[in-house]
Structures are given as structure tokens and as C-alpha cells.
């Protein structure tokens, strides 16, 4: 059988979830990688975090790329540490990254220019809900004046440059949603507001938030992502089956909302399966193939028992550091290759179709990124 | 070790549990070879399904087996299509189709005596529960007739030709199985007769039924199965969990019913954890084997690490073409070579006697198929 | 690639959750070996767990280690049982054993010291909080003067020699444990008093007793263990997910309670994600690795895709013979092997220290055992 690894080593990444990098001159650059390998909170052990595999899949990365070789946990200063980030984002072929800008770590680059020319690579912006949302909450008085602003927010995201949505309501209230009819929601809307909470957690109001942009996000032909299974203890993972979501996927994915399921570990079946069903669903592993480096090859085989090739795609649902970009791309690929180097029945030129489709060709057409991607 | 390959090649298939085969003269054999290699409804686009593993793995065996080499997706006249039938069916060993009529592809050869000549090994029906009951609710105008007639026809089964019984409660209700008193099940019965609707969905009278029938299902010695798990997006399967049927497994099992679940996938190691410690339960990967097939042998792998060899079975599940039929005894039969082969602690005739007992043993005792399986 | 197979073969073993063995002398020795093979109760018939991997793989001990080669299922005498054990526990270097006393298998020996001469290791006593409160029911007449002995009972454990704590709320009431009112568990307290049954069953009073004894575990810095997922058919496996235990690890993990995660199969994933977010949480593979022999590396390899491996440890959940705890050691130490020798990014020292911690340092350290472990 022909080997595969050739063709996968070169073959280029969208990276359709992640989040910002840090600024490289922090000075506990190895407490910073330690403290991103994990999920976990700060109060938690980070002894315990240094004997997990992923902080020594970073480490691993840091060395072979090391600038200085005899110190390559060092902080870094800008010439340096754009051609460090060039060398790793370019080692794997990244070809873009999509940021969702709802998550902010300490020392951040919050500019997107000024992050593509850090890594080499354009950059693009994934609008989050909820953060969105909150932010409107401050600014307005009643459900009417809000629901109104913020709809029309959502509404000209795209103009504004925005590629894509994104929903925590798994971290917030779980993925079972529900319509809901407006007085509720209303009444959600002034619970919130008086608690004097910017978290929005009311049920009711995410349910109808969900249900109402929907139609919206349709109009821009954008897709919506969701926070799926796997996070931090924030999280209530019981509540983060996506198959929880049934009666939101029918509603909404025959109608062409067009639904990325994040993450997904441990209901990454779960959500081969919604996959295999769902018009307009797609999915990904991100965070497992970094955060569990000795699993991504397992999950990837399991996540695509049902799935088609065209509906699962790369992420790394990193931040911070190239390093857990890099050891996503690290880990998905090496998964590629052991899946589709024994995979049956198919030639060779239909397996190097299906990982372009997994590795950036879906992601270019659902996010429009076809002219970003000319390979 | 000793290679088991040539003996599972050769070791015979009762295939418990499948549906109906079609007419061969059908124009469009491509099209309906992928849509059956799917679970997704036909709004799904074809063009996903085609970029799975399953659909692949009927095209290959349409070539391996083609009456006319340069065009094996042509449709078939009756003396070729029935060639074709016993060179797929005969390669893999087939020896007997158990059918549940109760679901009927488009182009259905209903005859089971045909379908018999057509696949060259005995047929016989398995009777589904709720499609029964429909058809009488049709007849009846309130739940005392209509129960009397459908409880006598129950009752009378066996000595109508049926083997077994099944149960598609997941698809209506979900499997958390509850008794219910006889004044709900008829305000059911009520409600449904007048909702002008065939499809049998009231939770109580799919419970009152379900707990009915067990004893007169005991009387005649026949198993009943349940869909679990994996199936078409019409089904919930968040509550497709077969440990939500513990409740009815206690009531029953140990008084005699053979319970047997179907296909089970992604709850196989739930469904194996159930066969470990109820009498009478048994449980198939039916559907995963062939519409999943890159994850066959792992599948198998953990349904069988509790369960006992003597309670987990094959089946295909399959309907429609041959080629359904024969990719879920492909990756079965490879799946039993890889297990076996590894497996410690026991010797060749061990494995060799737990093998026979899967593929048609187990299956024969508990549909008393015994004459029909002198192998 | 370093072969790890004998550094594996040559560790010390903790076993942190094991029970009772019980005397030589007992005649049917096949049947009891079959029994205790199997969580299924005496009904289930005994020919289905004689084709369960696990019999066998007992019965390969029983052969290799037999005291007479041509009768290795014999009955035994005192000074031949304890070379028998010793041969066992020996082989696979296990250091000391930590037993629930609240199991009793029949014929059982309940002297410890009687044990620990009988297995030629240490052997200490794991408090069963159930039991406890059990047998102060029967003493007392109300709720206050039953918690007063029994709380204060708990506060004397470690003075008494215990030296760690277990729950089995997943085979009472499930995992979702919440905070209870005074008022609801007295109310509990006397509905069971009432009932005439000593089993304790209320789950006000299990959610209020677990809630409030947490604190007077921490005092005596103590591990609490729990019955998690696989069980008997007692337990109702599907209330048996530790992430219904989030708000009780939210409410104590932080404030120091050292909590302990029993079997977890098949939510050993899930485990292991707990593991990774909550400080003071361990789990533990054990009665897969024995009961499911053909699944432990498979499943071992799931439990650590994301736990860190400080947090996994050795036991075996074995009683009755030494058959049971030593292919629980065969199969974990065979798993380990498998794991570390494809382990990526770790040299060998790192992975030798990840093996003792997982195999006997963690534990010494949480159970305070350092001293009797000195190796």
C-alpha cells in the first residue's frame, strides 16, 4: 500500500478555530506553555499538568525549533520570535488561522494584522456570540433595545469582516436547546440585567438567542459553531452531548444553517453520527489532538466511523504559543496518515481528495476562504 | 499463533436480522447503492454519502462479483441477478435471512419464498411490534378490541411462521421502558385513534404494550429485539441508551424473555455490559459492520470486553442489494480474525467453538433455526 | 524504542481497592473461580461466564502456578494456600493490598492479619461509609443520636487503623449527589428506620451524609473512594457517570478532599477528563483489567489521553482468590508495556517514574502507606 506520509507532511492547514497569540516576551515562557497544555484552572497542581504528554509535546516542539538550542524555553523578542513562528506555523503548512477573539489569555496580541505577520499567515475573525451579546447587555436597558441592537450586530457581522459564529452556550447552560417564546427570554433579559452579572447564563435567553439569529447567520451563509463536549471545569460536560442539540439541528440545518460542532471529545461518535444524518453539519477534534496527544489517532478513528470524509475537519483550538498549534498539526497528521494508509477500497487518488477535504478544502468553501487558500 | 482466516473464510452466517432485498431490474443501481449505504434521510446530499467508507465498500464488492465486468452497477435480469445473489451470499456463507417486514425499501421483493430462491438460502419474518399494532388500530375503534386483536395475533406468531418478535419502541419513545396502568394506555389508544395518524407514538401504550406482550413472547419461546443506538435521524438516540431499559430487563429477562439488542453502536460496550450480568440477553453490531466499516474490528473489540462469546451474534441489518449483505460479513468475518487471533489464554478449539457460536450457533438455538443451519 | 517489559515486570504494586480472599479449603474451586469472574449474581447461568475471556484467564494462573501440575483447581491446604499466594502475589511483586471490608464473599477470611500472612504482604482496611452507617442504624432510634455515633466514628477512622474511605452511592442512589437539607435526611433517617430493611437506600440521606462527612475526611487526610460505572446488576449503570458528581467535586476538591474514582468503565474517559480539571481527583481502571481482560490495554490507553498520570493508579477490585488480583496485575502491567513503550516525546527515566507512580507511588503517598512500600 502506498505510504501516505509524504503527501501529509505537505499538506496545507486551515485552521478554522483557535484563538490569539501571546506576546513573546513573557518571561515564564515555560509556566505559560505548562498552564496551556491543560484545560484546568489556575488553582490547579501544575506538577500534576507537567505529567500529562501534552506539555511534553510542546516542550518537544520548542526544542526542535528553538532559536537559541541550548535555551529554548526563553522569552523572545520581535524579530525572533516571528521567524520562530514562522518556522512552526510553516514547518506544518499552515495556510490561515480563524480566530475566535472571545477568549483573551494574559499578554495577548489582540491585533489580527499584526498576528498575521507573526505567523506568516492571514487571519481572520470568528464572532462569538455570547461575548457579543453581553457586551450590548451594558449598554442597553430592556430585552427590545438590546435584542434589537445586538440582532443588528449580528446581522452585518460579515460586513464587518467577521467569517464565521460561535456559541459557549454548552459552557453556560448545556446544548439542550429549546424554542422559547419571547416573554420568557424578556423575562431572562431582566434577571440578567439586574444581577449586575456581564455573564449571561439564563437559559431562556440563550435558547432564544440561538433560535432567533439563526435565520440571520442563514442570510450571511455563515456557519455557527458550537463549543461541543471537552473544556475546562467551567463546563458541565454532562450537558455537552451534542446530541442533546436534535431538535435545534432539525430546525435549523435543512433550513441551511450550516453547524460546526467543536471539539466534541468524548462524544466525538456522537457526533460522527450527527454528521453522517445532518445536512449542513461538520465537525472537528480540536483541543484532543493537542490536549491528548497519545489519543488524537484513536479519536480521529473513532470520530470517522460514520462521518463522510467531507464533514470532519482540521482545528487546533489553540492559543498562546505556535507550540499547541504545532502539536495539533503534529498529531492530526500523523492520524491522517495511520487512518488512510490502512484505510480499504479506495485508491490512492480518492484518499489524497479526502485529506485535502479534511485538512483545508471544506473549511475554504464553508468559511469562503477559497481566495486565502489558492495552493 | 495459529491463523484463523481459512476457518472464519468458511464458518457459516445466520444473519438474524436484515430486511428486504429489491428487484434487480432497478435503472438507478448506483444511486440506491449509496443512499442504502447511509442512515440519512434522502434530503441528505448524496454527494456526502458518496465520500464515505461504506459506500466504497459496496462498489467494491459490486466490482469483485460483477456479472459484467465493465459495468457493475447495471441493473440485472432475473436468471443474472439471482447468479449474482448466490455469489455474494454463497461466498461469505450465508445460510439463513431472518427479515423484519416491517420496513419496506422502494422496488421490494415482499415474497419471502422468492427472496429465498433469490439469495439461494432460507428466509424467514420476524414479527415487528408496532407496525402490527398500527394495523389493527385501523381496524378497532378502542383499546379493549384493539388490544384483544393484537395480543391474540402475538400470541399466534409462531404458528403464523414468525421466528422472533422486535421492537422499534427507540424510534418512537426511547428505551426508558416504564409499566404503565391500563387507564393510560387506552387514553392513549384514544388519542391516537383520533390524531389520524397511522405511526404509533404515545409513550404509554408503546410501554403497556412492550410489558404486555413479554409473557406471551415467553410462551412461545421466541427472543425479542429492540432497536438500540445507531439509526436514521428520526430516531433520538440520547435516549437510544439501552441501560435506560434496566427497569424492563429486571421484570423480564430472569423470568424467561430473551431479549436481544440490536446494532447498539455507540452504546456496544453498555450492550455488553448488560449481556455480562442479565440472563437471556443478547446483543449484535449489526449496521456499524457495513455502514461503518472502518471501525468494525474496534467495535467488536469492546463489545466483547465483558461480554460473553455466547451472547453477542451477527447480523447485517442489511436490505436493498447483495452488496449490503456481504460488506457486513467482510468486515464482521476480519473483525473475528483479528480478535481471535490475538486472543490469549484459550486454544484454537476454544476459539474455533466461540466463533461458531457468533456466527450461527448462539443465533440458531435461540430462533430454533437448528434444522435450517445442519452445517 | 527502549522495551520497558522488564521494568514493568519487576515493579512493586499498590493494590489500593481489593477485598477479602477467602479459605483454601473450599471444594468447588472451579465454580468459585467462575463465579468471581463475573459481576453477574448466582442466577446468571454459570456456562455463559465459562465463555467470558476473563474464567480463562484465571484458569491460565491457576495452571501456571498450580502447587500440583495435574490438578490445579484442587482444594488446598494451609501451608500449600499460603505458597500458592505467595507464588502469585510474589510473581507479580505486589507490596501490600487495601481491602473494603465491606464486601463478604462467602467462606470469607476476615482476619487482616490472617490475610497478610496468607499473601505475604501488608494488608490494611479501607472504611465502606455505607456499611458503617448501617450497622449504627440499627443502634439508634433517631436521626441526631444515629449521626452523632456514626460521624463521630468516621472522625476515629484513622485512629482505628482505617486508612481510607468508600462510597457506594452509585449502587444506592446514583451519582448526582446535592446538597440536602437537615430536615430531608432526618425525614430519610426515619423512613429507613421504619422500613425494617438495614440496606440504606434514601438518597436525601446518602447526598446529606456524603456532604457532610467530606469535612472530617479532610481532617484526617484521607482519600474517599467511589463506586463508579461497572458494577453488578444492582447498580443502574447509567446514573453511575462521574460527571454527575461535578457540583460535589466543585464543592470539595478545592477545600482538599482527596477523591478516588473506582472502576469507571465505561466511563473511564470521562475519569479521566475529571482528572484533569479537578485538583485531589484519582480514578483507577480496576475489575476492567481482570473482568475484561481482552479490553485493559485499550482501555488504559483511553483512561490517560488526558488524565495526567499522577492521577491514574493500579488496583485490581479482586477478592476470594489470588487468580483474581493477579491477572488484574498480568493484564495492567501488559498495558503499561504497550503504553509507554510507543509513547512519544518522554525519554525513559521519565516514563519509569510515570510507571512507579502509577503503580505504587501515587498511592503510597495518598493512603500514607510510604512507609510499608519502602522499595
Redesign the interface.
Request: glycine share 4%; net charge negative.
Given at each position: 500500500m502506498d505510504d501516505l506520509s509524504e503527501f501529509v507532511d505537505q499538506v496545507p492547514l486551515l485552521d478554522h478555530h483557535c484563538h490569539f497569540l501571546i506576546d513573546g516576551k513573557v518571561p515564564n515562557r515555560d509556566d505559560r506553555l505548562a498552564q496551556v497544555s491543560?484545560?484546568?484552572?489556575k488553582?490547579?497542581?501544575l506538577?500534576?499538568?507537567k505529567?500529562?504528554?501534552a506539555y511534553?509535546?510542546f516542550?518537544?516542539l520548542a526544542k526542535e525549533f528553538a532559536l537559541d538550542a541550548n535555551n529554548p524555553l526563553a522569552a523572545m523578542n520581535d524579530p525572533g520570535y516571528a521567524t520562530y513562528n514562522h518556522r512552526i506555523f510553516g514547518h506544518f503548512h499552515f495556510k490561515e488561522l480563524l480566530i475566535d477573539t472571545g477568549f483573551v489569555p494574559d499578554d495577548p496580541i489582540l491585533d489580527l494584522d499584526q498576528t498575521a505577520e507573526l505567523v506568516g499567515i492571514p487571519v481572520k475573525a470568528i464572532y462569538r456570540l455570547e461575548t457579543h451579546a453581553e457586551d450590548f447587555m451594558l449598554e442597553h436597558d430592556n430585552f427590545a433595545a438590546w435584542w434589537q441592537a445586538f440582532s443588528n450586530d449580528v446581522k452585518q457581522a460579515k460586513a464587518h469582516g467577521f467569517v464565521g459564529f460561535k456559541s459557549i452556550a454548552a459552557y453556560r447552560v448545556g446544548l439542550h436547546l429549546e424554542p422559547v417564546n419571547v416573554i420568557e427570554a424578556a423575562a431572562g433579559f431582566d434577571t440578567w440585567k439586574h444581577s449586575g452579572e456581564k455573564r449571561l447564563t439564563s437559559k431562556p435567553l440563550i435558547d432564544y438567542m440561538l433560535y432567533h439569529v439563526a435565520p440571520f447567520i442563514i442570510a450571511q451563509d455563515m456557519p455557527l459553531q458550537f463549543h461541543v463536549g471537552?473544556g475546562?471545569?467551567d463546563t458541565?460536560?454532562?450537558l455537552g452531548?451534542p446530541?442533546?442539540m436534535?431538535d435545534y439541528l432539525?430546525a435549523f440545518t435543512?433550513k441551511g444553517l450550516k453547524v460546526v460542532l467543536l471539539h466534541c471529545?468524548?462524544y466525538h461518535?456522537?457526533a460522527g453520527?450527527l454528521a453522517?444524518?445532518?445536512?449542513n453539519l461538520y465537525f472537528d477534534i480540536s483541543l484532543?489532538d493537542n490536549?491528548?496527544?497519545?489519543?488524537a489517532s484513536?479519536?480521529f478513528?473513532?470520530a470517522?466511523?460514520?462521518?463522510?470524509?467531507?464533514?470532519i475537519l482540521f482545528a487546533s483550538d489553540a492559543s498562546t504559543y505556535p507550540e499547541m498549534y504545532g502539536l495539533a498539526a503534529r498529531q492530526f497528521k500523523q492520524a491522517l496518515v495511520a487512518?488512510f494508509n490502512q484505510?480499504?477500497?479506495?485508491d490512492l487518488a480518492?484518499k489524497k481528495a479526502?485529506i485535502n477535504?479534511i485538512c483545508w478544502q471544506t473549511s475554504a468553501k464553508l468559511y469562503h476562504q477559497e481566495r486565502e487558500l489558492r495552493v
Open positions: 491543560t484545560e484546568a484552572d488553582d490547579y497542581p506538577a500534576d499538568t505529567n500529562r504528554l511534553h509535546g516542550l518537544a471537552y475546562d471545569a458541565d460536560m454532562y452531548n446530541l442533546l436534535r432539525k435543512k471529545y468524548p461518535r456522537e453520527y453522517s444524518v445532518f445536512p484532543l490536549l491528548g496527544p497519545s489519543g484513536r479519536v478513528n473513532e470517522v466511523e460514520l462521518a463522510p470524509y467531507t464533514r487512518h484505510l480499504p477500497f479506495v480518492q479526502w477535504a
